[in-house]
């Protein structure tokens, strides 16, 4: 029986939902479980508040390592202050009895070389969960292009990755540093007794690219938090949230909800209501906001009289935020508005319970990754218009679930043709909520107890099993002692 196991993430826990899952998995099973992080954000209270689940917090580093050394200088003193502290938390501040390590990449420097070393002197055995590469994010971070570019976007799983994957960063030390990376990656990949990932192409690529051989966990919205909620739920939710901070756009000029009436008592559905469509972005160079700003600008030009109204709804924060609020204000739009806002973390699942449409722009550094926010739409029933990449077929289906586009026009052309006559005649718009509602998908806790659990039975199995050989006390040897 496992029963204790320690999860590590070099990063804020809060925003880190696969291991968060992985902890209330493992805890759901009886086993205590440690996580060691930043603490910037809660997780949800289901996992917060678990009995069975630690939060053991580390310091970051100090932010004039950031902000006032050079970049080269800067990155090293960040691995050396991280490894030094990761590495005494895990031996001073964490169980010295846990069955395995389970690590979160990336961020892998120093995380995998301080994880693995622990493991070993802790005898506990070492998972490594990819959910990206850590040299992709460093060469798309410091690269002067965007080495998407150079990706072949592949329409078959069975098709291997485009083999360019060429370090397009200056910086003649950061270039050393992102091959150092690459190498170390696959070194310690290769040294973990199990490694999972997030897609078939993830798993092909570690295979092909190190030897690496991992298994796949999909990532799934978990039952207890994502849903599509009821027409009541959903009627008093868009009244709720009309009345919040933030949202006053969800009411027309004479204070009317532009979603809702009341009718005999009743909230029910407004047939010239907009369409809800929602998003969430990083706001980073990575996701390309202004494809869906374009989009939504040539959507606001057409004069076609059956198109509705759009209330879009973006959430999420980052550096270029305020860059494209700014964009938006030049954009005269009659039909389209943004809402960007500061989003509770209980009224997310519902919002996307609610909407009618997603957008994801996620379009991943490696191209072999999934973005967690379209699993979590679809655990919602929410259908999704999704950039294409060479994964995302794996959980985007054209026509079944959502639609793939390729650029700001072809987004548009999406767009135009689902949303034409909603709310009473979107035919292939209800066709996805329709595919969706009726499939009968695995959620989070099927999924993972069907393909993890039995491989952390296992690996406690054969833990019990060398112990026992070590301190000599097989069942043989019991047999001749009891004669």
Request: charged share 25%; hydrophobic share 35%.
């Amino acid at each position: 029986m496992v029963e204790e196991a320690t999860i590590v993430v070099l990063g804020d826990i809060g925003h880190s939902p696969r291991m968060c899952y992985h902890a209330l998995s493992l805890a759901d099973h009886g086993v205590n479980v440690q996580i060691v992080s930043y603490l910037n954000s809660i997780p949800p209270k289901r996992i917060a508040e678990h009995d069975k689940i630690e939060f053991v917090t580390i310091t970051p580093p100090p932010d004039f390592i950031a902000t006032k050394i050079p970049t080269s200088l800067s990155l090293f003193l960040k691995f050396i202050w991280t490894g030094i502290i990761l590495l005494f938390t895990l031996i001073f501040r964490t169980s010295l009895w846990s069955t395995f390590i389970l690590i979160q990449n990336p961020p892998g420097l120093p995380v995998m070389a301080v994880c693995y070393l622990v493991a070993k002197l802790k005898g506990a055995y070492f998972i490594v969960d990819w959910h990206n590469y850590t040299w992709s994010i460093l060469d798309h971070k410091y690269s002067c292009k965007n080495n998407n570019d150079k990706k072949e976007v592949i329409n078959n799983e069975d098709q291997l990755i485009n083999e360019e994957e060429t370090i397009m960063c200056n910086n003649k030390y950061i270039r050393k540093l992102i091959k150092g990376t690459q190498w170390y990656e696959g070194f310690f990949g290769r040294r973990a007794h199990f490694n999972l990932c997030v897609s078939k192409c993830m798993k092909k690529n570690l295979d092909r690219k190190w030897n690496v051989k991992a298994e796949v966990l999909y990532d799934k919205a978990p039952s207890w938090n994502f849903k599509r909620l009821m027409s009541n739920e959903k009627c008093q939710f868009l009244n709720d949230l009309s009345t919040k901070s933030g949202f006053e756009l969800l009411n027309d000029n004479n204070g009317r909800n532009k979603f809702v009436e009341n009718k005999d008592g009743t909230l029910i559905m407004r047939n010239d209501r907009p369409i809800l469509l929602v998003s969430s972005t990083s706001w980073t160079e990575d996701e390309d906001f202004s494809i869906l700003l374009k989009a939504l600008y040539e959507y606001d030009n057409d004069k076609s009289d059956d198109l509705p109204n759009i209330i879009c709804v973006i959430t999420g924060k980052g550096p270029m935020k305020e860059y494209y609020l700014n964009e938006i204000k030049n954009y005269d739009l009659q039909k389209v508005l943004f809402i960007t806002p500061w989003l509770e973390a209980s009224d997310y699942p519902k919002l996307l319970g609610s909407a009618d449409l997603g957008v994801s722009l996620h379009t991943s550094t490696s191209g072999i990754d999934l973005p967690m926010k379209v699993v979590d739409m679809f655990g919602c029933k929410t259908p999704v218009l999704a950039k294409n990449f060479n994964a995302i077929t794996e959980l985007v289906k054209n026509g079944y679930n959502g639609y793939l586009f390729n650029d700001y026009d072809e987004l548009k052309q999406r767009l135009t043709f689902l949303l034409t006559g909603f709310p009473t005649s979107s035919t292939t718009l209800n066709e996805l909520h329709f595919n969706l509602l009726n499939e009968n998908s695995l959620t989070w806790e099927d999924n993972w107890n069907k393909l993890f659990w039995p491989i952390i039975e296992g690996i406690s199995k054969r833990r019990f099993d060398r112990e026992v050989e070590e301190m000599g006390l097989d069942k043989e040897s019991d047999d001749k002692k009891e004669k």
